[in-house]
Nanobody, 115 residues
Framework: QVQLVESGGGLVQPGGSLRLSCAAS????????MAWYRQAPGKERERVAT???????RVVDSMKGRFTISRENGKNTVYLQMNSLKPEDTAIYYCYARRGNDDLWGQGTQVTVSS
């Protein structure tokens, strides 16, 4: 069993910043990729950024320059730094991990961008 626990969401004004954290625990051996996804009301879940454990990083084009993904291996934690937030960034943000053929998800953390 792997547990993915997100934190760091909340309410922020447009132009503000938030840093989300995802802590992985349990049977984490074999996790090769972790990522952040988001799902806005009435929309499909979309990928935001991906990071592999050998250092490959990909951020969705529309979020490049504003969002940064990073990891801290010693703490089995992945972060999503979000800057210059816009109202359209409002969504539930989910942590994802790929271990073998298993897709693993956290419970999500709400991010609301509003004045």
């Amino acid at each position: 069993q792997v547990q993915l626990v997100e934190s760091g969401g909340g309410l922020v004004q447009p132009g503000g910043s938030l840093r989300l954290s995802c802590a992985a625990s349990g049977s984490i051996f074999g996790i090769a990729t972790m990522a952040w996804y988001r799902q806005a009301p009435g929309k499909e879940r979309e990928r935001v950024a991906t990071i592999t454990f050998d250092g490959f990083i990909r951020v969705v084009d529309s979020m490049k320059g504003r969002f940064t993904i990073s990891r801290e291996n010693g703490k089995n934690t992945v972060y999503l730094q979000m800057n210059s937030l816009k109202p359209e960034d409002t969504a539930i943000y989910y942590c994802y991990a790929r271990r073998g053929n298993d897709d693993l998800w956290g419970q999500g953390t709400q991010v609301t961008v509003s004045s």
